[in-house]
């Protein structure tokens, strides 16, 4: 009994030595994981699984596409792979807006009033991701990442009356011209929220076709964050002064970051 016990012990290692040599390959002998020295680039795959999904919908489909606004900001994730255990990983994130609204003067409708709002959201993450069970097209995920990111204002507009179109704004900087007479004329700047953030994640990587794979994961972090004050700027003939609007004051959450998408990666 203990020959065959040693025995055993002796083939599961054997086998599980030979396995973590063998590469996974589709039947045509082309490798399913990257490889030590591979690039990739990973976006969510909402749109495309919207594109194929529309295909057993009465709507029909729909040609994929991605937002990019400053109110719901894309991210595009490229990685390095060091090894079949581990890559390094940055995060882009970026959502720009730039909305100009017409409408007719309400003391002269033959003249038109404008309003005008621009907005960025912008980030960088960097980190390390690293594997479990890399020698199966289903494998977990798990690492670190830190970065900074800003957000623009969005909250009452300042300037807001029945006569304008939004009682709030998503902007960085946000002009309002009166096309009858410029004394009404106003501005407002600023207000962007800036955070540092630190966190882990944790998750599952899906390989469908040979160095193709469906994500997804949650996460965890501590970010630290600030809103800048913002500033409002009357015409100069006015008569008005320019006035501040105070900001936050600096602060520290510590909450979980969880993402309904799927992220499709793709390496090379």
């Not at 390959?25 to 919207?50: H, M, Q, R, Y």
């Not at 959201?121 to 980190?127: H, K, T, V």
């Not at 289903?138 to 990442?145: D, F, P």
Request: hydrophobic share 35%; net charge negative; charged share 15%.
């Amino acid at each position: 009994m203990k020959k065959f016990t040693v025995l055993l012990a002796l083939a599961v290692i054997s086998f599980t030595a030979i396995s973590q040599d063998q590469e996974l390959t589709n039947k045509k002998g082309v490798p399913i994981l990257p490889e030590s020295g591979d690039w990739c680039v990973s976006i969510d795959a909402t749109p495309f699984l919207n594109y194929f999904g529309g295909f057993f919908s009465d709507a029909g489909a729909t040609a994929p596409y991605w937002g990019f606004t400053a109110q719901n900001p894309s991210a595009i994730t490229g990685k390095y792979v060091v090894s079949n255990k581990m890559a390094y990983r940055a995060t882009v994130l970026l959502g720009v807006d730039r909305i100009t609204s017409k409408s007719s003067n309400w003391t002269d409708p033959d003249k038109i009033d404008k309003e005008i709002e621009s907005a960025l959201s912008i980030g960088l993450l960097a980190g390390i991701e690293r594997y479990t069970n890399v020698n199966s097209r289903l494998r977990g995920i798990y690492g670190l990442q830190a970065g900074v990111e800003k957000h623009p204002y969005y909250g009452e507009n300042p300037f807001y009356s029945g006569t304008l179109s939004d009682p709030y704004i998503i902007s960085g900087s946000y002009s309002y011209l009166n096309g009858d007479d410029n004394d009404f004329d106003k501005k407002v700047s600023g207000g962007n929220t800036w955070s540092i953030k630190a966190g882990v994640f944790v998750g599952a990587e899906y390989f469908f076709a040979p160095k193709i794979s469906l994500s997804g994961k949650f996460g965890y972090g501590l970010s630290f964050f600030t809103q800048a004050k913002q500033t409002v700027t009357p015409s100069e003939n006015s008569g008005l002064d320019e006035y501040e609007i105070p900001g936050s004051s600096c602060g520290i959450s510590l909450s979980p970051c969880t993402s309904g998408s799927l992220v499709m990666s793709i390496y090379f």
